[in-house]
């Protein structure tokens, strides 16, 4: 079988709509091999859905794709352009270590970009190597697993080449490539980009593109600009309230991390929240606390400003008519999220309908909660499973006064009880990837042993299923480490 047989048989499907934009929002890429390539992790459930082979896909002719020494039948491998700020300041930014080599279209007809991350340099690389290390992609691998699997919408990991090279930061690494799957890469800082450009002409196909590509119902209004700006302010505010009642914490919030899909995307400095607090922060590069927990609203708010900054002249003519219009949008997104968290929070609750004081009932606990630095998880999973003597909220009076009220708001409700916590089994995760978990795996991992993250993996893959495996795996450690950080692996 020869070389572009094999790449056929593997089901490769490109078109590459990207690259039909103008060519300053990209540049053509040429390969930078690596020595010894070595599938570390292929996910089989992604691969599937995709429409590819998993078998071919493990050859090692197919390595030589992942790990960007080969491009498939149909390829064009690029890295995208892009601006954003990174904790408030503007950057010229792009692909420094990323390249795009194709848009796969799936059996079902879906779209989605393979991006191998960790690729070598490009020009946009801004003195970097443009490479990566292998615990942290194995890292973006778990934590994005993990946000699929509760449901959460995300980009995804499809490999892990080992590279067979070392890379050089505090210390030699080992290298690695990721294969990351996106609805697109299209962020909030490419339309900044395309605003800097100073070409209405340019802004408008980039903004033409990015509806005919996620919101094409919207193609045929009339003022479709508005409206995409409006699209994505409802996905992020759907978004983000789902970050929220997970405990997830992003860590790096730049407006080049902030996809106009409503995926999440760029898993550095991310974790997940152990003792509730919302001022909880991971990231060592978040001194001032600007993305901590309880921000994470609030910055996205401020990032789709600086969306609607970029699309004023497509929104209208006249200045101070396009910034009316923006700001009377940008005032839905509290709205928007607010509701989102208060369904959710309902759900975590098992309380059915709305009443006046589900508001107080839920501020009143988390208060509580932050007060005696209880864990998010395991509250509202001890709650949904009635264990609350097992619970160290159970002496506390403020907890115990607070658990009279909610048993008597759901005694309330047609099924009472028992309906309420079946309810809170399908929005409390019985097991998230905590950071012992993930670090555990990780140190398993760079010494050859996949096993351990296997092992969380699976236990991830269906975090509301309450299997006793489950149960047990997931609960918190019993000392939590308060000077845990977590590194944007560049």
């Not at 919207?218 to 996905?235: G, L, P, Q, S």
């Not at 916590?421 to 010494?447: G, W, Y």
């Amino acid at each position: 079988m020869s070389s572009n047989e094999l790449k056929k048989d593997t089901g490769w499907n490109f078109d590459n709509s990207y690259a039909r934009l103008p060519e300053v929002f990209y540049s053509k890429m040429t390969l930078n091999p690596v020595s010894s390539p070595r599938l570390v992790k292929l996910n089989q459930d992604l691969v599937e859905s995709l429409g590819l082979n998993k078998e071919q896909l493990q050859r090692q002719e197919s390595i030589q794709v992942l790990s960007g020494n080969d491009i498939p039948e149909g390829g064009f491998p690029l890295a995208e352009a892009y601006a954003g700020h990174q904790f408030g300041h503007p950057t010229m930014l792009g692909d420094g270590r990323a390249m795009l080599i194709g848009e796969q279209i799936t059996p079902a007809g879906e779209r989605f970009d393979i991006q191998l991350k960790g690729s070598g340099r490009t020009p946009y690389s801004r003195g970097g190597d443009g490479r990566a290390a292998l615990k942290p992609m194995l890292r973006e691998y778990i934590i994005s697993e993990a946000m699929h699997g509760l449901g959460i919408p995300t980009t995804r990991s499809l490999a892990v080449i080992a590279t067979g090279e070392q890379i050089v930061r505090e210390k030699d690494l080992p290298g690695a490539i990721l294969t990351r799957v996106a609805a697109s890469h299209l962020r909030v800082g490419t339309f900044q980009y395309a605003a800097s450009l100073d070409s209405k002409e340019d802004l408008k196909a980039l903004a033409d593109y990015a509806i005919d590509r996620h919101f094409p119902a919207i193609a045929k209004d009339e003022n479709h600009y508005v409206e995409m700006f409006k699209e994505v302010i409802k996905r992020q505010a759907a978004l983000i309230a789902k970050w929220q009642l997970v405990g997830f914490i992003h860590g790096v919030m730049n407006t080049d991390n902030m996809t106009i899909s409503g995926e999440t995307i760029d898993y550095g400095p991310c974790a997940f929240m152990d003792s509730f607090h919302l001022d909880t922060v991971f990231s060592s590069i978040d001194v001032q606390g600007r993305y901590a927990y309880g921000n994470q609203p609030k910055m996205a708010g401020w990032n789709l400003a600086r969306f609607a900054e970029s699309l004023l002249p497509l929104f209208h003519d006249d200045v101070e008519k396009a910034v009316e219009l923006a700001q009377a949008e940008l005032y839905e997104f509290n709205t928007l999220y607010q509701q989102h968290w208060l369904d959710g929070m309902r759900g975590k609750l098992g309380l059915e309908g709305e009443e006046d004081k589900d508001a107080e009932l839920m501020e009143k606990l988390l208060g509580i909660m932050q007060n005696n630095r209880a864990d998010f998880t395991d509250t509202f999973r001890s709650l949904t499973l009635g264990e609350i003597d097992k619970m160290e909220l159970s002496n506390n009076p403020a907890f115990m006064e607070w658990y009279k009220a909610w048993k008597e708001r759901i005694d309330r409700q047609e099924g009472g009880e028992e309906n309420a916590r079946e309810q809170m089994k399908r929005h409390n995760p019985v097991v998230i990837p905590r950071n012992h978990r993930v670090e555990a795996a990780l140190h398993a991992a760079e010494n050859g042993d996949l096993s351990v993250m296997e092992e969380l993996l699976q236990m991830l893959s269906n975090p509301y299923a309450y299997t006793k495996e489950q149960i047990e795996y997931g609960v918190a450690p019993q000392q939590v480490n308060p000077s845990y950080q977590t590194y944007c692996g560049t």
